[in-house]
């Protein structure tokens, strides 16, 4: 089968205009020039026509379970204003709701393209109720901040619900919300079963702020919900993130936002032997 389109995009070539794929069985065997990928390949030829053909996009972070709150979230004077919001909007809505909001995001996700992503969900237990279309990666996301005594049963529980899913990781919501005992432990199985970690790191200037200078909304609001603060003071959230990793590199780690850096945090990126994806 042959396949053209005006335009064919590749990952290691520029684009082919008046392009076109040779596909035999299941599999992409060439692409390139559509006269001359024809004058190599037999079989049907199907013409997109005026459109461009790439690969499949990959969403590499996504909070599926929330897609049913666009639009109804207003903009926030703060980051610690838009997380109380969020969180009194999530306490609205039922299992049924978070089902039928994932089924939503990923008919979305596939109609714009995306033919894998990595999706954080609060709720694991529900994955067995969801088919999804796509190549799917669930990572439970871990929240610990009320509760860091409970690290353990939070990890364990979480690998209960994951134990017939194909392709799981976890992920420690951030370095504020998740203590030091849940990102170790998730570290420990990424290890043992070679799945992927994914985290929040430094996404607002408060959460800079907290770490950095032990004030700020959001060091005010995680004090008066009882998250110990003596991680606070003289650091950035990159600087515990990589601090707490020791010498070990942590090649699982896929990092979302690192948003908010400092110089010395550029001087720890050279230096520093971690690696990690962003």
Same mark, same amino acid.
């Given at each position: 089968?042959?396949?053209?389109?005006?335009?064919?995009?590749?990952?290691?070539?520029?684009?082919?205009?008046?392009?076109?794929?040779?596909?035999?069985?299941?599999?992409? /065997?060439?692409?390139?020039?559509?006269?001359?990928?024809?004058?190599?390949?037999?079989? +049907?030829?199907?013409?997109? $026509?005026?459109?461009?053909?790439?690969?499949?996009?990959?969403?590499?972070?996504?909070?599926?379970?929330?897609?049913?709150?666009?639009?109804?979230?207003?903009?926030?004077?703060?980051?610690?204003?838009?997380?109380?919001?969020?969180?009194?909007?999530?306490? +609205?809505?039922?299992?049924?709701?978070?089902?039928?909001?994932?089924?939503?995001?990923?008919?979305?996700?596939?109609?714009?393209?995306?033919?894998?992503?990595?999706?954080?969900?609060?709720?694991?237990?529900?994955?067995?109720?969801?088919?999804?279309?796509?190549?799917?990666?669930?990572?439970?996301?871990?929240?610990?901040?009320?509760?860091?005594?409970?690290?353990?049963?939070?990890?364990?529980?979480?690998?209960?619900?994951?134990? +017939?899913?194909?392709?799981?990781?976890?992920?420690?919501?951030?370095?504020?919300?998740?203590?030091?005992?849940?990102?170790?432990?998730?570290?420990?199985?990424?290890?043992?079963?070679?799945?992927?970690?994914?985290?929040?790191?430094?996404?607002?200037?408060?959460?800079?702020?907290?770490?950095?200078?032990?004030?700020?909304?959001?060091?005010?609001?995680?004090?008066?919900?009882?998250?110990?603060?003596?991680?606070?003071?003289?650091?950035?959230?990159?600087? /515990?993130?990589? $601090?707490?990793?020791?010498?070990?590199?942590?090649?699982?780690?896929?990092?979302?936002?690192?948003?908010?850096?400092?110089?010395?945090?550029?001087?720890?990126?050279?230096?520093?032997?971690?690696?990690?994806?962003?």
């Amino acid at each position: 089968m042959i396949i053209r389109a005006r335009t064919v995009v590749t990952a290691d070539r520029p684009p082919s205009e008046n392009g076109a794929i040779a596909v035999c069985g299941n599999q992409i /065997v060439e692409a390139g020039n559509f006269h001359e990928i024809k004058a190599r390949y037999a079989g +049907q030829v199907i013409d997109l $026509g005026e459109q461009a053909l790439l690969p499949g996009l990959i969403n590499a972070h996504c909070h599926l379970d929330y897609t049913c709150l666009r639009g109804k979230i207003p903009p926030q004077k703060s980051f610690s204003d838009w997380i109380r919001a969020i969180n009194t909007e999530k306490a +609205q809505l039922s299992a049924h709701d978070y089902i039928a909001s994932i089924n939503e995001g990923f008919a979305e996700a596939k109609r714009f393209g995306t033919t894998t992503i990595a999706n954080l969900t609060a709720f694991p237990k529900l994955i067995p109720h969801i088919h999804a279309p796509i190549r799917t990666w669930w990572f439970a996301e871990l929240i610990d901040v009320r509760a860091p005594e409970g690290a353990n049963e939070l990890v364990d529980s979480a690998l209960e619900a994951l134990d +017939q899913t194909e392709n799981w990781g976890l992920a420690p919501h951030a370095l504020f919300t998740a203590s030091e005992n849940v990102y170790c432990l998730c570290e420990e199985i990424a290890h043992r079963e070679n799945i992927l970690l994914t985290t929040h790191l430094a996404e607002s200037r408060e959460e800079m702020q907290m770490f950095h200078d032990a004030a700020g909304p959001l060091y005010e609001f995680l004090r008066h919900i009882g998250r110990p603060m003596e991680d606070c003071g003289n650091k950035t959230p990159l600087g /515990v993130f990589v $601090g707490a990793s020791g010498d070990r590199a942590l090649p699982h780690w896929i990092v979302a936002h690192l948003n908010e850096l400092n110089e010395t945090d550029f001087e720890l990126l050279e230096k520093s032997a971690l690696k990690f994806h962003i």
